[in-house]
């Protein structure tokens, strides 16, 4: 095996990439690649590197033992640049390395949980960040902690995973919500009885089915959503009533194109936490993060990190 150099630095990325992605599909999206090019670059390494590392088939897409010892050296390799870049960057004064993040979707409204407010008032900390954002579930993010895969996640989490770290960060009021043409969209408030919400098709989060459906003491659900944005659209056909997030619900609200349905009865709050490992390497990313999501929330400053995550 010849050395390393610049570019199968960069193969060894696009490697690590396919890997976290599960499969070629993902892949190509996650590196913008052409089947060819990937399978070229895939190829250049294995030859590089003297050996296959995974294998396509009827069976899926796996790692042969040889690609899984591969991709755990790689992990530790970029660790060790990241490490090494925010060591040598702090010495001098300067926030350098890479940052992974995720949160959950349908938050871009919310003057809380807004990322892109977060971000603005981070990267004017350093010019040498880089920041791998990811969209996904509660259960996603929490297992893209405890697997490495991620280093911050905010999102509403109700069950709290070993070995991590919470801050609270916001309380999302949710509210009950119908659109244009839905048979309840017109009847006053005052004549909206229970007969008529458990009447109606309603519409639930897949990952918190059962809790919507106890919210509102509604027998079933006729529509299942991961994302809010898949919710507004259930919402929005006039069939189906359900949960929103008022940052997202009243702004439909506003434009006549959907409304609340008793917000006395039917409403919860939702708490967000920003989930991270405690003592984890990227310690000063990681607090000027927390420090300019904190300040964009409306909770009090969490306490700062020692060098050990305490």
Known sequence: MRHLDN???RLLRVFMTLVEAGNFANALIALNLSQSTLSTHLATLEKTLGGALCLRGRRGF???PFGEETYAAVKRLFADIDAFQQRIGGYNGELVGRLRVGVVDGVV???HLALQSVINRFMTLGSNVFIDLM??????LELAITNGQRDIVIGPFSQKAPNITYVPIHNEQHLLYCGRGHPLF???AALITQNLIEGAR???RGYRQLDDLYRVDHPRASGMVIHMEAQVMLILSGRFIGFLPRHIGDTWAAQGAMRTLKPEAYQFKSMHFAAHPPGDRHQPLLHAFLEALVAQSDNPPPPRLDQNGQ
């Open 7 to 9: 570019i199968d630095l």
């Open 62 to 64: 796996r790692l042969t």
């Open 109 to 111: 409204t919310s003057p």
């Open 135 to 140: 969209l996904g579930t509660p259960q996603e």
């Open 186 to 188: 017109d009847v006053p």
């Open 202 to 204: 309603f519409s639930v």
